[in-house]
């Protein structure tokens, strides 16, 4: 299996880094269709042709209503790649990364490639075992750290997901 941490360096190299962000928590957009739990939300960004779009979903921690976290899927400008991009909130401790288990396996973590006034960034690029994965889950839990003790599990609903992102256009 592809590692998160490969994917990260893939993505790194690629440099795929650099690409507009749709899907802040506050992001602008319109929400085209639903899917499940996800929706498409579609917007054009500043300086854009041409309207883009991404399957996202918003959740908070179940026990600590003030952390929550954005997760976005989205096809590159070039149209190679699908990427997943996670917002967390600032405050998170950022060297220990955001885990991922799926419906009880842990999958590994992705590490954070940079941070803005909303919230720091996780990418990863969508293919292989980890696509699988998700697309066949039922529950994925996102954990951030805000101390390298404590985690905090994030459980994001995957149904909808495979359906959603066979319609990222």
């Given at each position: 299996?592809?590692?998160?941490?490969?994917?990260?360096?893939?993505?790194?190299?690629?440099?795929?880094?650099?690409?507009?962000?749709?899907?802040?928590?506050?992001?602008?957009?319109?929400?085209?269709?639903?899917?499940?739990?996800?929706?498409?939300?579609?917007?054009?960004?500043?300086g854009a042709s041409s309207e883009q779009c991404a399957l996202m979903q918003n959740v908070v921690a179940?026990?600590?209503?003030?952390?929550?976290?954005?997760?976005?899927?989205?096809?590159?400008?070039?149209?190679?790649?699908?990427?997943?991009?996670?917002?967390?909130?600032?405050?998170?401790?950022?060297?220990?990364?955001?885990g991922l288990n799926v419906d009880g396996k842990d999958i590994g973590r992705a590490y954070f490639v940079?941070?803005?006034?909303?919230?720091?960034?996780?990418?990863?690029?969508?293919?292989g075992e980890l696509l699988e994965t998700l697309k066949k889950g039922n529950t994925a839990t996102f954990?951030?750290?805000?101390?390298?003790?404590?985690?905090?599990?994030?459980?994001?609903?995957?149904?909808?997901?495979?359906?959603?992102?066979?319609?990222?256009?």
């Open positions: 299996m592809v590692s998160i941490r490969q994917n990260i360096a893939t993505l790194l190299s690629a440099g795929l880094v650099a690409l507009a962000t749709i899907g802040s928590a506050s992001a602008q957009g319109t929400v085209k269709s639903s899917h499940g739990a996800w929706s498409m939300v579609c917007d054009t960004p500043p179940q026990d600590r209503s003030e952390v929550g976290l954005s997760v976005v899927v989205l096809r590159t400008a070039d149209k190679e790649s699908e990427i997943m991009r996670v917002l967390a909130p600032l405050g998170v401790l950022l060297p220990n990364g955001l940079r941070c803005f006034q909303d919230g720091c960034y996780a990418e990863v690029i969508l293919q954990i951030v750290f805000q101390t390298p003790e404590e985690g905090i599990g994030i459980p994001v609903d995957l149904s909808g997901f495979s359906d959603g992102y066979s319609k990222i256009p």
